[in-house]
């Protein structure tokens, strides 16, 4: 599947498992120091649920970076193509490194018999997740969209309006992704209104496709 309408499906399988990725984990794991314990005693189910999807918003986010790329054809900048590449990458991965560490968490959490080390190791996975996520993969995340966006303004795939608000959402990532983690909602709603018009545009993607090849 290589048509526009492959990259339309793949990024709205994306913006649907990460968003509820990030509504599973901030719902369940608070970002400040307090109840640094019992929260993932109580919140371990849904945080579970997290890591299971993670995977396949990665797949899809996959699939979703192949066939927009492919979209490009001809009209692929090299310089831009290569951020575009590393920065989507880098935030999978983060992401990713992200969640297993929370999968750890919830499976050595029946294990630990030490209180006070209990607590440290919990604090410390917290932390590292949220740094993880918030401080890295956020910013990879805008990046990500920045690059999209200038490839965009120069081919003129893409609306003039989605390009401006592509740089305006990558810019407020980049700016408030350590304050709170439901900044990190505005990366999969991203996805979603370009996804969305990736599929009311198809017919035109496709036509200049045909010419181009």
Do not use: C
Not at 48 to 60: D, N, Q, V, Y
Not at 79 to 101: E, I, K, N, Q, R
Not at 184 to 195: D, E, I, R, Y
């Amino acid at each position: 599947m290589k048509t526009p309408r492959a990259a339309a499906l793949a990024g709205v399988a994306f913006a649907l498992l990460f968003g509820a990725t990030i509504i599973l984990i901030r719902t369940r794991m608070p970002e400040g120091i307090d109840d640094s314990t019992t929260w993932l005693d109580q919140g371990s189910g849904g945080i579970t649920t997290a890591t299971i999807l993670m995977p396949f918003a990665g797949i899809s986010f996959l699939w979703f970076i192949a066939v927009v790329r492919d979209g490009l054809g001809r009209y692929e900048d090299r310089f831009f193509a290569s951020v575009f590449l590393g920065s989507g990458f880098l935030f999978l991965a983060m992401m990713f490194v992200a969640t297993a560490a929370l999968a750890a968490l919830v499976a050595s959490n029946k294990a630990m018999t030490d209180p006070a080390a209990h607590r440290d190791v919990i604090e410390f996975g917290k932390m590292f997740v949220l740094s993880t996520s918030k401080t890295y993969a956020l910013r990879m995340a805008a990046v990500f969209m920045m690059s999209l966006a200038a490839i965009w303004l120069k081919t003129g795939l893409m609306p003039r309006w989605l390009v401006a608000l592509s740089y305006l959402a990558a810019l407020t990532l980049l700016v408030v992704s350590d304050l709170n983690m439901w900044a990190a909602m505005a990366f999969p709603v991203w996805v979603l209104v370009v996804s969305g018009l990736i599929l009311a545009r198809a017919g035109v993607f496709e036509e200049i496709r045909a010419r181009i090849d």
